[in-house]
């Protein structure tokens, strides 16, 4: 196990997920899908602060224009940190009432692209859309559950993760974001083992934490498993890249579904973690949505 993982918040998310730094604060942002949660996390001070959201929380970005966006259950909404208020901009999926949101991103033009899920696990009704100037467009179907997407450095490629059928995928993406090419990336086979959310370093390798595999493993841009981050909590959810140089890796958790024996075997699950990398992360963008 890597000695120098260390937890920095043990504060056993039931689904930790989505983080996102925030260079301007050096803060860390990220939800717990379960437990109704978003979190932040302080680098500087380790000051930690907690929002009760009013649905199952899915993700959260910083809006260009101030306050959040973030994903809940049912849709897109404002986030007012400050005063903890949630307004709703979009209802998403609603003829799938079993449906939720899942994980979300970013990209170089303030588009929010995010995936939704059967809340079952069990039903591919999951969708891939992409969320601009006030539009929201379906660009890939067919999941039971959704996680990422992400982008390489030159916004060429995005990534895409379809966690029960343990696929990465990989799209050629073109300047307006319309999606062609959908490929194989990377597969595995490991029993009770799934892929998570995905995050692209600035070299091009794509980083994808392992839920039920211990840790988060790091692929060349060719598919080429290059390096495993050992975590001591089983269910890993995704990884984000932070601090002043974007070499700190941070990792959300989750202790969801753990036996009582399990749960004593692993204390720290649902905790953050972070650990130090050698290359740096691609910063993290700003939503530009409707006004």
Same mark, same amino acid.
Not at 141 to 148: D, E, F, L, M, P
Not at 166 to 180: H, N, P, R, T
């Given at each position: 196990?890597?000695?120098?993982?260390?937890?920095?918040?043990?504060?056993? +998310?039931?689904?930790?997920?989505?983080?996102?730094?925030?260079?301007?604060?050096?803060?860390?942002?990220?939800?717990?899908?379960?437990?109704?949660?978003? =979190?932040?996390?302080?680098?500087?001070?380790?000051?930690?602060?907690?929002?009760?959201?009013?649905?199952?929380?899915?993700?959260?970005? =910083?809006?260009?224009?101030?306050?959040? /966006?973030?994903? !809940?259950?049912?849709?897109?909404?404002?986030?007012?940190?400050?005063?903890?208020?949630?307004?709703?901009? !979009?209802?998403?999926?609603?003829?799938?009432?079993?449906?939720?949101?899942?994980?979300?991103?970013?990209?170089?033009?303030?588009?929010? #692209?995010?995936?939704?899920?059967?809340?079952?696990?069990?039903?591919?009704? *999951? /969708?891939?859309?992409?969320?601009?100037?006030?539009?929201?467009?379906?660009?890939?179907?067919?999941?039971?559950?959704?996680?990422?997407?992400?982008?390489?450095?030159?916004?060429?490629?995005?990534? =895409? /993760?379809?966690?029960?059928?343990?696929?990465?995928?990989?799209?050629?993406?073109?300047?307006?974001?319309?999606?062609?090419?959908?490929?194989?990336?990377?597969?595995?086979?490991?029993?009770?083992?799934?892929?998570?959310?995905? +995050?692209?370093?600035?070299?091009?390798?794509? #980083? /994808? +934490?392992?839920?039920?595999?211990?840790?988060?493993?790091?692929?060349?841009?060719?598919?080429? $498993?290059?390096?495993?981050?050992?975590?001591?909590?089983?269910?890993?959810?995704?990884?984000?890249? *932070?601090?002043?140089?974007?070499?700190? $890796?941070?990792?959300?958790?989750?202790?969801?579904?753990?036996?009582? +024996?399990?749960?004593?075997?692993?204390? $720290?699950?649902?905790?953050?973690?972070?650990?130090?990398?050698?290359?740096?992360? !691609?910063?993290?963008?700003?939503?530009?949505?409707?006004?």
């Amino acid at each position: 196990m890597s000695s120098d993982v260390e937890c920095v918040w043990p504060l056993a +998310a039931v689904l930790g997920e989505g983080p996102v730094w925030s260079p301007g604060d050096s803060t860390l942002w990220f939800v717990d899908i379960k437990g109704s949660r978003i =979190h932040a996390f302080s680098e500087s001070t380790g000051e930690t602060r907690s929002f009760v959201t009013p649905e199952s929380a899915a993700f959260v970005f =910083h809006d260009s224009r101030g306050g959040m /966006v973030c994903g !809940l259950r049912s849709g897109l909404y404002r986030f007012e940190p400050s005063s903890g208020r949630f307004d709703a901009i !979009l209802k998403v999926d609603t003829t799938q009432p079993a449906n939720r949101l899942n994980d979300g991103y970013v990209d170089t033009r303030g588009r929010l #692209w995010f995936g939704t899920m059967d809340d079952e696990e069990r039903a591919p009704t *999951g /969708v891939l859309y992409r969320f601009a100037g006030n539009r929201l467009d379906t660009m890939d179907t067919g999941y039971v559950i959704t996680n990422g997407p992400a982008m390489c450095p030159d916004g060429r490629i995005l990534y =895409h /993760v379809d966690t029960q059928g343990k696929c990465l995928y990989a799209f050629d993406i073109d300047g307006q974001g319309v999606l062609s090419g959908k490929r194989r990336f990377v597969t595995w086979a490991e029993p009770d083992v799934y892929p998570d959310g995905p +995050a692209v370093d600035s070299a091009g390798n794509v #980083w /994808v +934490a392992m839920f039920g595999g211990w840790g988060v493993r790091c692929y060349s841009p060719q598919g080429e $498993l290059l390096r495993v981050i050992d975590v001591p909590v089983a269910q890993c959810t995704k990884a984000a890249f *932070g601090g002043a140089d974007l070499r700190t $890796l941070y990792i959300t958790t989750a202790s969801v579904g753990l036996t009582p +024996a399990q749960r004593l075997q692993q204390p $720290l699950a649902g905790g953050l973690f972070r650990t130090r990398i050698e290359i740096a992360g !691609l910063a993290p963008h700003e939503f530009a949505g409707p006004p």
